[in-house]
Antibody, heavy 122, light 108 residues
Framework: QVQLVQSGAEVKKPGASVKVSCKAS????????FSWVRQAPGQGLEWMGW????????DYAQKFQGRVTMTADTSTSTAYMELRNLSSDDTAVYYC???????????????WGQGTLVTVSS | EIVLTQSPGTLSLSPGERATLSCRAS???????LGWYQQKPGQAPWLLIY???SRATGIPDRFSGSGSGTDFTLTISRLEPEDFAVYYC?????????FGQGTKVEIK
């Protein structure tokens, strides 16, 4: 069965970087893209970007351009999201989500990781 | 960019009642790329409906989706206790793929 297991909670200081991992199992990794979505405490879902695990193409939300990098390691079936220059506004639960298909757009997010809480505090 | 507006913000209903949730797009969108997700407290979202009306794997038939153009609806025919949650619509036919702000279905 499909499983997405994310790395554990992180506490970071303002200005630091965080790298969250999402290890996939139960399917062929390169047949599905990934998206990253975050949710601030008590708030809704915010899309951050996505990555095509077959060709490493990415597309990021304009809000995070220059501050986020999404990668995929096909040898370990793991997707990564790195966010730099953190501020308190980045305190949120970060989710990886598998796309139903290989491409970026046109596919719903059919499986989600359990979420990783990133807390930014001085 | 497309903006999705969900209404109402909160829906207070009793188990067994019918729930009707609305999602309105700021411009006409393809129904092929409209989805609905359920999120329970402390859990990740879960895909319910894709393509506006197709149920995802394992989703019971009390959940149905409809709509076209700018107006879409998620209907839960008879609320079960496990259905009380927050529901989000999403348009995944563009980049960025926006989410609505969510509708909370709470027990009356």
């Amino acid at each position: 069965q499909v499983q997405l297991v994310q790395s554990g909670a992180e506490v970071k200081k303002p200005g630091a970087s965080v790298k969250v991992s999402c290890k996939a199992s139960g399917y062929v990794f390169t047949r599905h893209g990934f998206s990253w979505v975050r949710q601030a405490p008590g708030q809704g879902l915010e899309w951050m970007g996505w990555i095509n695990t077959y060709n490493d193409n990415t597309d990021y939300a304009q809000k995070f351009q220059g501050r986020v990098t999404m990668t995929a390691d096909t040898s370990t079936s793991t997707a990564y999201m790195e966010l730099r220059n953190l501020s308190s506004d980045d305190t949120a639960v970060y989710y990886c989500a598998r796309l139903l298909g290989r491409g970026l757009i046109y596919y719903p997010f059919d499986y989600w990781g359990q979420g990783t809480l990133v807390t930014v505090s001085s | 960019e497309i903006v999705l507006t969900q209404s109402p913000g909160t829906l207070s209903l009793s188990p067994g009642e019918r729930a009707t949730l609305s999602c309105r797009a700021s411009q006409s969108v393809s129904s092929s790329y409209l989805g609905w997700y359920q999120q329970k407290p402390g859990q990740a979202p879960w895909l319910l409906i894709y393509g506006a009306s197709s149920r995802a794997t394992g989703i019971p038939d009390r959940f149905s989706g409809s709509g076209s153009g700018t107006d879409f609806t998620l209907t839960i025919s008879r609320l079960e206790p496990e259905d009380f949650a927050v529901y989000y619509c999403q348009y995944y036919g563009s980049s960025p793929p926006p989410f609505g702000q969510g509708t909370k279905v709470e027990i009356k």
